[in-house]
């Protein structure tokens, strides 16, 4: 089936820095992809709508400058954490759905720990 | 809005034991309704799915049955395997696709040999 890949898988960094997290669909191409985040024991919670060659559609109360989305190519989109404090640890997932829309393909998360 | 509640875990069973995971919704309207699994290390993969009241999902031996009447969608197997230990997620769209998806906190599953 379709994979979808994420990097990197974990990361820790200090706060006030940036991170970036990459979500590559590896052999199909994707118009649209997901963000997601969770946290321990709880849903996913979608963060925002990825689309190439447009702006990202953010959920009600996900800060658009917090949280950069860039969808540059078909097989790429990026999300980056800017400034980031200790309450965005948190696992971030993305997924890209299928061409007939029937399911989505998700990447296996990235586990962000800001100190 | 929608939402999904599902049984709370860590759920540990025995091999060749029946599984049943719990999972209610609310929706408006008619949606669709989704069981994905997460095996460890890997992202989270359909395992069935059902668009209909009484449609029945069923893949490797899971099956769900779409009750509109009680608002449920459990995940049942009759015999699991070790294999079969993973984490599990009940979800549903109301756009009628998987484009948008509410899911549920996820129920994790051991299978003790």
Redesign the interface.
Same mark, same amino acid.
């Given at each position: 089936g379709a994979v979808v890949s994420q990097h990197p898988s974990w990361v820790i960094c200090k706060s006030g820095t940036s991170v970036k997290i990459e979500c590559r669909s590896l052999d199909f191409q994707a118009t649209t992809m997901f963000w997601y985040r969770q946290f321990p024991k709880q849903s996913l919670m979608l963060m925002a709508t990825s689309n190439e060659g447009s702006k990202a559609t953010y959920e009600q109360g996900v800060e658009k400058d917090k949280f950069l989305i860039n969808h540059a190519s078909l097989t790429l989109s990026t999300l980056t954490v800017t400034s980031a404090h200790p309450e965005d640890s948190s696992f971030y997932i993305c997924s890209a759905p299928s061409l007939q829309g029937d399911t989505q393909y998700f990447g296996p998360g990235t586990r962000l720990t800001v100190l | 809005g929608n939402s999904?509640t599902q049984m709370e875990g860590p759920v540990t069973l025995s091999e060749e034991a029946f599984l049943t995971i719990n999972c209610t919704y609310t929706a408006t309207g008619y949606p669709s309704l !989704?069981w994905?699994v *997460?095996y460890p #290390?890997? #992202? +989270? *993969? +359909?395992l069935l799915?059902a668009t209909k009241a009484d449609d029945k999902g069923s893949n490797k031996g899971f099956e769900a049955t779409y009750r509109k009447e009680t608002t449920s969608f459990h995940l049942e197997k009759g015999s699991v395997q070790v294999s079969d230990s993973a984490v599990y !997620?009940c979800a549903l769209s109301d756009l009628g =696709?998987?484009? *948008? +998806?509410? !899911? #549920? =906190? #996820?129920t994790q599953l051991t299978v003790l040999p």
């Open positions: - | 999904v !989704f994905y *997460q #290390g890997e #992202g +989270l *993969q +359909l799915k !997620f =696709s998987a484009r *948008q +998806l509410t !899911f #549920g =906190s #996820g």
